[in-house]
C-alpha cells in the first residue's frame, strides 16, 4: 500500500480544456484509480455545472482544482513532465507507450512530483507545451480513428499508473478449488452412477469418463459445488431406484 | 496485423443503459480501439441525438448497432461471454483483471465470436445477466471509489484488448541515437572548450567531466543534436577569440 503516497505525488494537469464535461469526467477517472491532484490551465469553463455532474462524486477534486494561468505555474516543483500526445512530432522526443512510461513514472513520484500533461480537446498539446516534457506518452490506437476523449485518455493512463503500483488489491475472491480426493470422490460416484441407471450399454465407459474429467478439471470445482453434483448423483441413484422398482413391479402383473 | 480480424469477432453488448450519451462515448472508445460490433439491450433511448454527439465520428458503429430484446439475442453464437464486474459475487466464478483475461479473450475470438457484456450504469450486471458469462472481469480500482464511468470501462477493456492483440504500431518514430564515436567527439571537444575558456581552473576537470557525461549518456544524443551541441562549442571559442581581439584592441587604444 505504500505505493498510494507515490500516486499522491502525481498531478493531472489539463490544458485550455474546451468542454467542463470533459474536466468533470476527467475527475471521476482519476479518482477511480486513486489519483487526487487536478490542475487546470486556462479552462474555458470552470467552475461549471457541467463538470460537477459529469463528475459524479469526484467533485472534491474539482474543489481542489489549481486554477493555473500558464503552464510553468502548472509545472511549478514538477521533476518530471509527461506529455500526451496523438501524434508523430517532428521535435526528437522518444514518444513512450503508456506501459512503457508508467513504472518510470511511480519511480520519480518516490521521491518528486510528476505532471500528466494533457492537451486540449481539439488538437492535444502545442509544440510550446510538448517541450516541456520529458517524456511523451502515446496510447497506441486506430490508424483510421485515433482521438480518445479527454477523459477516456486520463482513464487509460490513471489506470496503467494504478495497474503498474499495485496498489489495488483484486476485490474478487479467487476460486478455492476442491482437493484432489475430493474431486476423485466425485468421479467415481459419476462413474458408479452412469452404471448404475444404465448409461453406459451403448457407450464406451473409459473414453466418456476421460471426456468428463476433462470438463470438470476445466471447470476447477470447488467443495461445494462437488457436494452439489453429488447431491445430484444421489438423488439420481434413488429415482433410478424407484423406476426399476416400478419396472419390476409392471412386469409382475 | 492478422489479429485485427480477432478483434472483427468481438463484440461489445451493453445491457439496459440509461443514458444515451454513453452509448455514444462507449462506440468512440470501441472504435478508437479498432473494435466495430455494438449490441444494445433495451436501451433506454436509441437512437438519440446525444449518442451521435458523443460519437464524434464512430457513428458508423450506432448505425450498425444491433439492438435486442433479450441477453440470449445479444449473445448468440458466442462461445466466450466476459461479464464486466464491479463487485464481489456470490456465485463462484473467477474473476479476472482485465490484463489477465484479454489474451484469452483474443485466443478465443481467433475462431469463434466473443461477447465482452457491460451491465446497467447505476447497478452493474444483474445475477441472471452475470450467470451468462463464462469469466468475470474486474477493472482494479480504488475501493474508496470505484465506479468507472460506463464507457471509461469500455475504453480500459478495449485499450486492453487492443494491446494484447499488438495490432498497433507505434506511431511515434524512435530515438536514433548518435553512434560512440560522435558522442566521444562530443565529449572531446566540450573538454577542450572547457579548458579554453578558463572553467576548469576552480574545478577537478576528471569529476567535471564524468557528471557531464552522466549528464549526456542519459539524453542519449542525436546525430543532430550533437552536431548542434558542437556548433555551440565552436562559437563560444571563437567568440572568446572575438572577445580576446577586442580587448586587445582596447588594450591597445
Given at each position: 500500500?505504500?505505493?498510494q503516497?507515490?500516486?499522491?505525488?502525481?498531478?493531472?494537469?489539463?490544458?485550455?480544456?474546451t468542454?467542463?464535461?470533459?474536466?468533470?469526467?476527467?475527475?471521476r477517472?482519476?479518482?477511480?484509480?486513486?489519483?487526487?491532484?487536478?490542475?487546470?490551465?486556462?479552462?474555458?469553463?470552470?467552475?461549471?455545472?457541467?463538470?460537477?455532474?459529469?463528475?459524479?462524486?469526484?467533485d472534491d477534486?474539482?474543489?481542489?482544482?489549481?486554477l493555473?494561468?500558464?503552464?510553468?505555474?502548472?509545472?511549478?516543483?514538477?521533476?518530471l513532465?509527461?506529455?500526451?500526445?496523438?501524434?508523430?512530432?517532428d521535435?526528437?522526443?522518444?514518444?513512450?507507450?503508456p506501459?512503457?512510461?508508467?513504472?518510470?513514472?511511480?519511480?520519480?513520484?518516490?521521491?518528486?512530483?510528476v505532471a500528466?500533461?494533457?492537451?486540449?480537446e481539439?488538437?492535444?498539446?502545442?509544440?510550446?507545451?510538448?517541450?516541456?516534457?520529458q517524456?511523451?506518452?502515446?496510447?497506441?490506437?486506430?490508424?483510421?480513428?485515433?482521438?480518445?476523449?479527454?477523459?477516456a485518455?486520463?482513464q487509460?493512463?490513471a489506470?496503467?499508473l494504478?495497474?503498474?503500483?499495485?496498489?489495488?488489491?483484486?476485490?474478487a475472491?479467487?476460486?478455492?478449488?476442491?482437493?484432489?480426493?475430493?474431486?476423485?470422490?466425485?468421479m467415481?460416484?459419476?462413474?458408479?452412477?452412469?452404471?448404475?441407471?444404465?448409461?453406459?450399454?451403448?457407450?464406451?465407459?473409459?473414453?466418456?469418463?476421460?471426456?468428463?474429467?476433462?470438463?470438470?478439471?476445466?471447470?476447477?470445482?470447488?467443495?461445494?459445488?462437488?457436494?452439489?453434483?453429488?447431491?445430484?448423483?444421489s438423488?439420481t441413484?434413488?429415482?433410478?431406484g424407484?423406476?426399476?422398482?416400478?419396472?419390476?413391479?409392471?412386469?409382475?402383473?
Amino acid at each position: 500500500m505504500y505505493k498510494q503516497n507515490h500516486l499522491n505525488n502525481i498531478r493531472v494537469v489539463l490544458s485550455h480544456t474546451t468542454h467542463p464535461g470533459n474536466i468533470g469526467a476527467a475527475a471521476r477517472a482519476m479518482k477511480t484509480m486513486g489519483l487526487r491532484h487536478l490542475y487546470l490551465i486556462n479552462p474555458s469553463h470552470f467552475p461549471d455545472a457541467q463538470a460537477v455532474a459529469m463528475a459524479a462524486g469526484a467533485d472534491d477534486l474539482l474543489q481542489n482544482a489549481v486554477l493555473c494561468g500558464t503552464i510553468d505555474e502548472a509545472l511549478r516543483d514538477v521533476a518530471l513532465t509527461v506529455g500526451m500526445t496523438a501524434r508523430m512530432r517532428d521535435i526528437s522526443n522518444e514518444v513512450s507507450s503508456p506501459r512503457e512510461a508508467m513504472p518510470r513514472v511511480l519511480q520519480q513520484a518516490e521521491t518528486h512530483p510528476v505532471a500528466l500533461l494533457f492537451g486540449t480537446e481539439m488538437s492535444g498539446l502545442t509544440n510550446e507545451e510538448a517541450s516541456r516534457a520529458q517524456l511523451l506518452v502515446n496510447i497506441p490506437a486506430s490508424q483510421d480513428f485515433s482521438s480518445l476523449n479527454l477523459a477516456a485518455a486520463v482513464q487509460v493512463i490513471a489506470y496503467e499508473l494504478a495497474v503498474a503500483a499495485e496498489v489495488f488489491q483484486p476485490v474478487a475472491q479467487t476460486l478455492q478449488p476442491a482437493p484432489h480426493e475430493q474431486v476423485e470422490g466425485l468421479m467415481e460416484h459419476l462413474e458408479k452412477t452412469l452404471f448404475e441407471i444404465g448409461f453406459f450399454t451403448t457407450q464406451n465407459p473409459q473414453r466418456m469418463m476421460q471426456r468428463l474429467r476433462r470438463l470438470y478439471a476445466r471447470a476447477r470445482l470447488e467443495s461445494d459445488e462437488i457436494n452439489i453434483l453429488r447431491g445430484i448423483l444421489s438423488v439420481t441413484t434413488e429415482y433410478n431406484g424407484r423406476l426399476k422398482a416400478r419396472y419390476r413391479q409392471e412386469e409382475d402383473v
